[in-house]
């Protein structure tokens, strides 16, 4: 420590215990001020504590360069109280009253002693060397700059190398001399975990989150389990985005309800997020997920009650459009004329050619788990029957086998009945404009206020296709009826005989007399009934977890005493805000008037007035944070199907996950810095060369 010859003479003179207590002061402050920069500087790699450095047999030789090139450092300052129990100190020392203590005879001694000068040249000789880099290990470290350089280099266009094809779906194909090395691989589980540690940061960032989790077998028939996690992310430029990441692929064992809450919970674990930060959870419709018992949304919500459970709701539409087509014999009759048309074609490779030679868009099969499956199907027939008649026929001709030939006769006779022509056009419509809402429910970035809005306007079109679609879709079909030459008229069916009493007089074996009539109410009006009865029924989930927050999607509609009951009942089921959020929702319904939800989140915050509506900027961001479909998971799975091919079936799960998060987070990948991991390869390899 530091003072003035002045400061001295007052306590040598016993100076008053003011003075000192201000020069104690001062060279704390002084202490303070000095480290405080070193520290800024990052100049203070070790503790100028010495209780805190090892001994001296122990010290490693950086820790003496350290202290050989920046010199001797006094010991942390005071405060030091005046009481007598505490003056056992260093600094303590220079302040004491009396001087008979023999210190200056000690020291003299000490400083003019064999050990001590031979130490002090000793540090003198060492601190020159360094300072000049003549060293004894100086020409060592300078070759292990010069390969850490190189090594540098190299991994620089390894890691681009692997980016590379990672990216694209490509297999490394690399080869080690030593077979079975365990560094094989470092590099890419580098790559991997700098971007799950970056999305991770990402989600710990914006604190809530949600999870998505789908299945599905790889080609080695392992189910694998794909792991999503949805989060409401700000950047540096205080813009709100959703953000919906990838984590890994996990291989699954057990898929039941516990087996698959285990699985998630462990993927959780290992990334360091807490499932009470949980806010949503979406997956498919099977009873092992959405099961109110044993399902995982139920397991889930024991150990995070704030975790809502919302259906896929593109898996949910496809659903109702299954149960739909199952609803009447019509249907039943209709879509497997479909799939006969696709299989007579499809088995053999020159009615395929001949095919393609009348149509433009090639027939599609059916499939009750693809989301547009059954649009494709219909879509190709809708607008190319005139080709596809073309084709029966000339296969009637051509074709030299009895069983082809009258499968194309009964398919020539089925597609141009009136049924079927009507049946085309009815499913095309609701198909269409399910699929239009499907699809923008796949978004990544879709947030719930507009599912909501999606939803409804499908039940508005449902209901108004009810009245005024079968009148249309007959137009339609006489019109292309008249146009191939066939009957515009339904069909006479005989109705089933029925039991006769003896004072019954009516006729048994009579003819409908009003077969129009009777399709439009024993399959139009059933089709549509089912998929407007199955819409209220699926959807049930969403529409509570939207009445939960009827203040964020409702608030334009909404007078004052209804957002304050509503977000009153929400402010009474959840932990994340205080009450005082009513006070806020008034004055911010004002001032977010016609914003969409992530609109008005990012309003607020980059307007900064986050800190003046704390409460409901919390509320908006676990409202998007509620997850709504899990295409994001399905997918993945495209990309499961692009790394782990028929060749390479025998990847192990980690490579199959350290692939995938590169390839489908690539856009984190690209925008990570590499230094560290560049400095921690180079260092190791450098350690190994011969001098």
């Known amino acids: 420590m530091s003072f003035r010859y002045d400061d001295k003479e007052k306590l040598e003179q016993g100076g008053a215990d003011d003075d000192e207590e201000e020069l104690e002061q001062r060279g704390a402050d002084e202490g303070e001020e000095q480290g405080g920069a070193e520290e800024r500087a990052g100049t203070r790699p070790y503790s100028e504590d010495p209780s805190e450095w090892p001994s001296p047999h122990e010290m490693g030789d950086s820790l003496r360069q350290y202290m050989v090139e920046n010199g001797p450092r006094k010991c942390p300052d005071g405060p030091y109280p005046r009481s007598d129990k505490s ?13 008979n203590k023999c210190l200056s005879k000690t020291l003299k001694h000490h400083e003019t002693s064999s050990y001590h000068i031979n130490a002090y040249l000793m540090w003198k000789e060492l601190a020159s060397r360094l300072h000049l880099g003549k ?13 850490k350089a190189h090594w540098r280099s190299v991994l620089t266009r390894v890691i681009d190398c692997i980016l590379f094809l990672a990216e694209r779906n490509l297999p490394l194909r690399g080869k080690n001399a030593q077979l079975g090395n365990p560094k094989n691989g470092n590099v890419l589980d580098s790559i991997s975990e700098c971007v799950l540690g970056q999305i991770c940061a990402q989600i710990k960032a914006s604190k809530y ?12 028939k392992q189910e694998q389990a794909s792991v999503i996690i949805r989060y409401v992310h700000t950047d540096e430029k205080k813009k709100v985005t959703i953000n919906e990441s990838f984590v890994g692929f996990t291989a699954v064992k057990d898929t039941t309800g516990k087996g698959l809450t285990d699985t998630l919970t462990g993927v959780l674990d290992s990334l360091g997020l807490d499932l009470a930060n949980c806010r949503g959870q979406s997956y498919d419709n099977g009873s092992n997920m959405r099961g109110i018992h044993k399902g995982v949304q139920a397991l889930i919500q024991q150990r995070s009650p704030e975790a809502l459970f919302i259906p896929c709701c593109s898996h949910s539409l496809n659903l109702l459009l299954c149960d739909a087509a199952s609803s009447n014999r019509e249907c039943l009759t209709f879509f ?19 095919l393609t030679e009348y149509v433009d868009i090639t027939l599609r099969p059916l499939s009750d788990t693809r989301w547009e499956a059954k649009l494709e199907s219909v879509k190709a027939v809708r607008f190319q029957l005139g080709g596809i008649l073309d084709v029966l026929e000339k296969l009637e001709e051509v074709a030299g086998d009895s069983k082809i030939v009258s499968e194309a006769k009964s398919l020539s006779d089925e597609i141009v009945s009136m ?4 049946c085309l056009m009815v499913w095309y419509d609701l198909l269409s404009e399910i699929n239009f809402a499907s699809k923008a429910l796949q978004a990544a970035d879709v947030s719930m206020d507009t599912v909501i809005r999606l939803i409804d306007s499908l039940k508005e079109f449902l209901l108004k ?21 066939a009957s515009p008229e339904f069909k006479e069916r005989r109705l089933r005989k029925q039991k006769r009493f003896p004072d019954d007089n009516s006729c048994t074996g009579h003819h409908e007399k009003e077969p129009e009539r009777h399709f439009r109410c024993m399959v139009f009006n059933v089709i549509v009934d ?7 029924d699926r959807f049930s989930n969403l529409q509570l977890v939207s009445e939960k927050f009827k203040f964020i999607t409702k608030m334009e509609h909404m007078t004052k005493a209804e957002l304050e009951e509503s977000v009153t009942r929400y402010a009474l089921t959840t932990c994340d805000v205080s009450r005082d959020i009513i006070q806020e929702i008034y004055p911010a319904s004002r001032l977010l008037k016609g914003y969409k939800a992530v609109e008005k989140l990012n309003f607020l915050i980059q307007e900064n007035l986050d800190l003046m509506f704390p409460n409901l900027t919390v509320a908006l961001r676990v409202f998007l944070t509620m997850p709504l479909t899990v295409a994001s998971a399905e997918r993945s799975f495209s990309k499961l199907k692009l790394i782990k091919t028929y060749l390479r079936s025998s990847m192990s799960n980690d490579r199959l996950t350290q692939l995938a998060v590169i390839s489908i987070e690539n856009s984190v990948a690209r925008s990570i810095s590499f230094d560290a991991i560049l400095d921690k390869w180079a260092s ?3 350690r190994h060369v011969t001098i």
Do not use: H, N
Not at 135 to 147: F, K, P, V
Not at 530 to 536: A, D, H
């Open 419 to 422: 049924e079927f022509l009507v």
């Open 465 to 485: 296709y009810r009245e005024e679609g079968f009148q249309k879709s007959l137009d339609i079909a006489s019109r292309i009826a008249i146009e191939m030459d």
């Open 135 to 147: 060293t004894i290990d100086s020409e060592l470290q300078r070759a292990m700059a010069a390969e």
């Open 209 to 220: 989150c949600a999870v998505e989790l789908d299945c599905t077998p790889d080609i080695s």
């Open 87 to 99: 003056k056992r100190c260093f600094s303590k020392l220079l302040y004491s009253k009396t001087t």
């Open 684 to 686: 190791a390899m450098a």
């Open 530 to 536: 089912t998929v407007l009865q199955e819409l209220s």
């Open 336 to 354: 497997g004329t479909l799939q006969r048309l696709y299989t007579i074609f499809s088995s053999s490779v020159k009615r395929w050619d001949i």
